[in-house]
């Protein structure tokens, strides 16, 4: 397997412009989470799904994000209107969980500037 | 809710020396434990991780961790630091009954020559 796989990996954007972010997680996982990472806030999680079905969005700063996971094999993760205070480092990982077995793995992240 | 917290946000070690970093957890159920690694510019790397089998986990790049319940610890530890091991360091637990993976605040190692 590929891996998680985020894209862009770099996005320059415009205040006030629509961002979206993309996850491909890994196959099988049934667990997806966005991850925030600033230096003044260190790794946020923003929200995390299961089985596709979003279980915690608690950690999804305003309104203006949102997130989705239309399947399994896709999610994505919106901004609008995207603000510099959004510049970020935006991670994607999924997991597996059967029983007692677990695995968390990551993605190379998407490295959000908004000017 | 499961939580974890790293008690040192910098770490400096000699190249060759012991490097210990310490992770505490909050469950009252001993949960799953993480540790990742990420080098700059780059996404967090799995180190190894606890699943309630052996209290002693081996990770990849000699580090090892282990579970201690008594003291709802999971310290990091690798015997001889080298100079590749430069990076910022991250527990995370995920608890039996709920999904989420939550990260502590960080802790940044660097090795002197």
């Known amino acids: 397997d590929a891996g998680v796989i ?20 890994i196959s099988g996982h049934n667990s997806l989470f966005w991850y925030r990472q600033t230096m003044m806030r260190g790794l946020e999680l923003l929200i995390y799904f299961n089985n596709n079905v979003p279980i915690d969005d608690s950690g999804m700063p305003e309104d203006r994000f949102s997130a989705k996971m239309p ?5 994505t993760l ?14 994607c990982a999924s997991s597996l969980r059967t029983g007692r077995k677990i695995e968390a793995f990551f993605g190379q992240g998407t490295r959000l500037t908004v000017v | 809710a499961q939580s974890v917290t790293q008690l040192g946000s910098h ?14 957890y909050s469950s009252s159920v001993p949960p799953y434990l993480f540790w990742y690694v990420q080098y700059p510019n780059q996404g967090l790397q ?3 991780k606890y699943t309630s089998a052996a209290t002693l986990v081996k990770g990849i790049n000699g580090f ?23 990076a910022e360091y991250f527990c995370a637990v995920s608890g039996n009954n709920d999904y989420k993976l939550s990260f502590g605040a960080g802790t940044t190692v660097t090795v002197r020559a």
């Open chain 1, 6 to 25: 985020q894209s862009p990996r770099h996005e320059v954007t415009e205040m006030g412009q629509e961002v979206t972010l993309r996850c491909k997680p």
């Open chain 1, 71 to 75: 399947n399994a094999s896709f999610s």
């Open chain 1, 78 to 91: 919106k901004i609008q209107p995207s603000e510099p205070r959004d510049s970020a480092v935006y991670f």
């Open chain 2, 11 to 24: 770490v400096s070690v000699s190249e060759g020396a012991l490097v210990l970093l310490r992770c505490n």
């Open chain 2, 46 to 48: 799995l180190l190894l």
């Open chain 2, 64 to 86: 090892e961790a282990e579970f201690k319940k008594s003291e709802t610890s999971f310290h990091l530890t690798k015997p001889s630091a080298h100079m590749s091991d430069a």
